[in-house]
C-alpha cells in the first residue's frame, strides 16, 4: 500500500504548488507505473512527452517509393529544407531506426518522408506496406548540414539521382520562389520511376527551374562528361549533388572549385569482406555467428536486440557501443580494430563487422 505524504517544502506561485500536489497524488495513484505513462496513452504528441509522431497519410509515388506525411508532437523544434531525421518503427517486436530525408517545406504543422523500398529493406518495405493513417512513429529532431545558405546563390545546379531527390524536393518546395537560376539534372532508370516526376515538370513548365532528366534504360548513366554537356555553364553554379556514390565521388574528385560543391550520401562504401565470426551480445544474451559483410547493426537487429542507431553511414555516431573483447573490422576502411578483454574499446556498430570472435557491450 502507498500513502501518500504532502511535501512541505514545494516552493513556488500557488499554482505550481497545485500543480506538483496533484502530480503527486497521481504518481501515488498509478504506482509503480508513472503518471506520464498514461498521459501518453491519451496525448501521445503533447508537449514534454517522448518525440512521436501520427501518421497522417501514407500515398504512393511511384511503383516502389511511397511518401508518409506525419504530424509531429510539441517536442519537435522544426527543420531546414534538406535535412533528415531519424524515424523509429516497431517491426516484429524490435524498434528499428532509420534516417530519411525531409521532403517537406517547413511551416505547416506536418513532415513528409519518402522513402523507396530497397531489396531486403525491412523497415522500409514496412513503410510502403504496413503502415497506416492513425499509427504513431518514433522520432528525433532533425539533423543535418545539406541545406541552401542565406542569401541563396545566383546560380544553382542540383545533380540527384534516384531516391537522392528528396533532401533536394525540401529545398524546391521551401525556397524556389528566392532561387533566380536554377537547374536540376536527376537521374533514374525511367521516366514513370521518376520520384515526385510529375511536380518536377509542373515547375519546369512554369519557368521555375530547367529541369533535365537523364534516363538510364535508354541513355546510359549520367557522368561527368554527360553532365558538362547537359549544364554549359556548371563551373559558374553552386552545386549540392545527391545520388550514386560513384557519380558523387566522380564529382569530387573532378569538381573545379570544391568550396563550390556540397554532396549527401545515403550509404557509405565499403571495402572488402572479412573473415567473420561470433557476436556476443553480452547483456542481452545473444549470440549470432556472422558473415565478414554484415554490419553488426543488422545482425543485432535480426537476432532481437534493441540496438541504438542513426545514420547507418558512420557520420551520426548514434550507434557507438563497447568492444569488450576481440576484433571487429571497419567495412569502410577494412581497418581491424581489437579490444583486450576490459578495454572497452567505442566501436561503431553500423560500419562494422566482426573479425573473429567479439563481446558487445550490450
Known amino acids: 500500500m502507498t500513502t ?37 496513452m491519451f496525448r501521445p504528441l503533447r508537449p514534454g512527452a517522448e518525440l512521436r509522431a501520427r501518421v497522417v497519410e501514407v500515398r504512393r ?14 517536442a519537435w523544434r522544426g527543420h531546414e529544407p534538406g535535412q533528415y531525421v531519424r524515424i523509429g518503427l516497431d517491426v516484429d517486436g524490435v524498434r528499428l531506426w532509420r534516417s530519411y530525408s525531409l521532403t517537406s517545406a517547413p511551416g505547416n504543422g506536418l513532415l513528409t518522408i519518402t522513402a523507396k523500398a530497397v531489396p531486403d529493406g525491412l523497415v522500409s518495405a514496412h513503410l510502403a506496406q504496413e503502415l497506416q493513417a492513425g499509427q504513431l ?3 528525433d529532431q532533425a539533423i543535418g548540414d545539406f541545406v541552401l545558405p542565406n542569401p ?50 509542373g515547375f519546369a513548365a512554369d519557368g521555375r527551374l530547367r529541369l533535365v532528366e537523364q534516363h538510364t534504360d535508354s541513355q546510359g548513366r ?25 557519380l558523387l565521388d566522380a564529382l569530387e574528385e573532378q569538381w573545379s572549385d570544391p568550396e563550390l560543391l556540397h554532396t549527401e550520401r545515403f550509404r557509405t562504401a565499403l571495402a572488402e569482406p572479412g573473415e567473420g565470426g561470433t ?11 556472422l558473415d565478414g559483410a554484415t554490419p553488426i547493426l543488422n545482425a543485432g537487429e535480426e537476432a532481437g536486440v534493441l540496438m541504438p542507431s542513426g545514420c547507418r ?16 573490422r571497419d567495412l569502410r576502411t577494412g581497418d581491424v580494430t581489437t579490444a583486450a578483454p576490459g578495454d572497452g574499446v567505442l566501436i561503431q556498430t553500423c560500419i562494422s563487422a566482426a573479425a573473429g570472435s567479439c563481446d558487445i557491450d550490450l
Open 279 to 289: 557476436v556476443h551480445f553480452t547483456r542481452a544474451g545473444v549470440t549470432v555467428e
Open 152 to 201: 541563396a546563390p545566383r546560380k544553382v545546379l542540383f545533380v540527384t539521382g534516384g531516391s537522392g531527390i528528396t533532401p533536394v524536393m525540401g529545398m524546391l518546395r521551401a525556397g524556389l520562389d528566392r532561387l533566380a537560376d536554377v537547374v536540376l539534372v536527376h537521374s533514374e532508370a525511367c521516366a514513370e520511376d521518376v520520384i515526385f516526376g510529375s511536380e518536377l515538370r
Open 4 to 40: 501518500f505524504v504532502p511535501d512541505q517544502g514545494v516552493r513556488g506561485t500557488p499554482r505550481q504548488r497545485l500543480r506538483e500536489r496533484v502530480w503527486q497524488l497521481a504518481a501515488a495513484a498509478t504506482h509503480p507505473r508513472d503518471p506520464a505513462d498514461y498521459l501518453d
Open 137 to 139: 512513429v518514433h522520432l
Open 61 to 74: 509515388e511511384t511503383a516502389d517509393a511511397v511518401t508518409v506525411v506525419l504530424r509531429p508532437g510539441g
Open 313 to 328: 553511414m558512420g557520420i551520426c555516431f548514434s550507434c557507438v557501443l563497447p568492444l569488450r573483447e576481440g576484433s571487429v
Open 222 to 246: 549520367l557522368d561527368l562528361d554527360a553532365l558538362e554537356a547537359l549544364v554549359p555553364d556548371m563551373a559558374e553554379r553552386e552545386t549540392w549533388a545527391c545520388g550514386p556514390a560513384g
